[in-house]
T-cell receptor, first 112, second 114 residues
Framework: AQSVTQLDSQVPVFEEAPVELRCNYS??????LFWYVQYPNQGLQLLLK??????LVESINGFEAEFNKSQTSFHLRKPSVHISDTAEYFC??????????FGRGTSLIVHP | DTGVSQNPRHKITKRGQNVTFRCDPI?????LYWYRQTLGQGPEFLTY????????KSRLLSDRFSAERPKGSFSTLEIQRTEQGDSAMYLC????????????FGPGTRLTVL
């Protein structure tokens, strides 16, 4: 059965610093991987996804994630964060049944 | 706005009462999901519809929970005899046809059981 581990519940960082939010998954089959962002009092929004092809995927607002099959990881990175990136970030994995499993989330807190 | 909508946004009820939530998906989406999210946790899958058929139900969905999608459009989630442990955010998401289509989430209904 699939599972997702987000190793950090909270990541504080200063504005313009780089950040990495970690995600590891367990699955015995091929998977699709996703990162969602949730701002306060809002629903989840898709940030980026890996389905196949290039293992490095990017979002329009500067985030990127790399699928590492050998380490079963899909870490999210941004080279320079902004105050507006403060939010909850969820990693999710889908295998055959197309029902996603979400991690417990990482709260990114960007300080000025 | 053509996104996923949920009503009500907030619901406060007393223990033992029944509540019903509604989700209106994106109109051309044939797949609809319900999740529950508690503080400090990610969304937990509850149930999944493809058109009007309820194809999967989580073990989390006790007998007090029932979901319907009568015409393959909007969906309702009913909780009977609410308990304090039912307090959570209930999220709905819809998804179009095809393997690669992403889920689009609604803003959620926050339930507080007193």
């Amino acid at each position: 059965a699939q599972s997702v581990t987000q190793l950090d519940s909270q990541v504080p960082v200063f504005e313009e610093a780089p950040v990495e939010l970690r995600c590891n998954y367990s699955s015995s089959v091929s998977v699709y991987l996703f990162w969602y962002v949730q701002y306060p009092n809002q629903g989840l929004q898709l940030l980026l996804k890996y389905l196949s092809g290039s293992t490095l995927v990017e979002s329009i607002n500067g985030f990127e994630a790399e699928f590492n099959k050998s380490q079963t990881s899909f870490h999210l990175r941004k080279p320079s964060v902004h105050i507006s990136d403060t939010a909850e970030y969820f990693c999710a994995v889908i295998e055959g049944s197309y029902i996603p499993t979400f991690g417990r989330g990482t709260s990114l807190i960007v300080h000025p | 706005d053509t996104g996923v909508s949920q009503n009500p946004r907030h619901k406060i009820t007393k223990r033992g009462q029944n509540v019903t939530f509604r989700c209106d998906p994106i109109s051309e989406h044939n797949r609809l999901y319900w999740y529950r999210q508690t503080l400090g946790q990610g969304p937990e899958f509850l149930t999944y519809f493809q058109n009007e058929a309820q194809l999967e139900k989580s073990r989390l969905l006790s007998d007090r929970f029932s979901a319907e999608r009568p015409k393959g459009s909007f969906s309702t989630l009913e909780i009977q005899r609410t308990e304090q442990g039912d307090s959570a955010m209930y999220l709905c998401a819809s998804r179009g046809r095809g393997v690669n289509n992403e889920q689009f989430f609604g803003p959620g209904t926050r339930l507080t059981v007193l």
